[in-house]
């Protein structure tokens, strides 16, 4: 993947403070954080691994980084609240794999916000290879088996538990869609077979 096409993507993501997601290559939210230090900056310390905790310990591949949405504020005060309610939503349609998790003590808004802003990060072809199946349920194995060894011989907590629980239900989905492919393909060869009786 193009670095150089990352770096240009992120000059258009907004610099303000607020909250982001970083989503998946199917534009499905992954992990849902805020800055108040600027946006731009925060997601492109994920992207580069510099100081992010999130990418050093495994709890998320930026191989799979796609789009990044935000939700830029004027006032910090509204930070906390928002990224509770955006964690809240994403998370209950499929599970993310954040770090610490935001508590909401006011129930949910009837209308969750739309992002103000939606930054694709990764060339379309890229993107286009990547969710290939016989490309994306390997690389979800692999990170597995990294996650797992950071937890077993650096750190074992409740949150890189919950990332990985959250990263096999993904591969469950991965391998269905890699076996529906073979299926698909020994279809393929049946016909071809039958044609030639």
């Known amino acids: 993947m193009s670095q150089r096409y990352r770096r240009r993507a992120l000059r258009d993501l907004t610099a303000q403070i607020g909250v982001y997601a970083l989503c998946d290559l199917d534009n499905i939210p992954i992990y849902v954080g805020q800055s108040i230090d600027g946006i731009r900056q925060r997601v492109n310390r994920h ?6 905790d999130i990418i050093a310990n495994r709890q998320i591949d930026v ?42 003590f006011a129930p949910m808004p009837a209308d969750v916000p739309s992002p103000a802003q939606t930054v694709r ?3 379309e072809e ?11 349920l390997p690389r979800q194995i692999e990170h597995i088996g990294r996650l797992v060894d950071y937890v ?21 989905s991965y391998r269905a869609d890699f076996l529906k492919e073979g299926i698909a393909a020994d279809a393929e060869i ?8």
């Open 63 to 104: 191989w799979k980084i796609a789009y990044v949405k935000a939700w830029p504020v004027e006032n910090q005060a509204d930070i906390p609240r928002l990224e509770a309610v955006l964690f809240k939503f994403f998370d209950d349609q499929k599970r993310l794999m954040n770090g610490s998790l935001p508590l909401l």
């Open 126 to 136: 890229d993107i286009r290879i990547r969710r290939e199946p016989a490309l994306r």
């Open 190 to 197: 049946l016909k071809v077979e039958d044609l030639e009786l």
């Open 152 to 172: 077993l011989t650096v750190k074992d907590a409740p949150h890189l538990r919950r990332s990985l629980a959250a990263h096999f239900e993904r591969l469950d």
């Open 47 to 52: 992207l580069t691994s510099a100081r992010s």
């Open 121 to 123: 990060v990764m060339s």
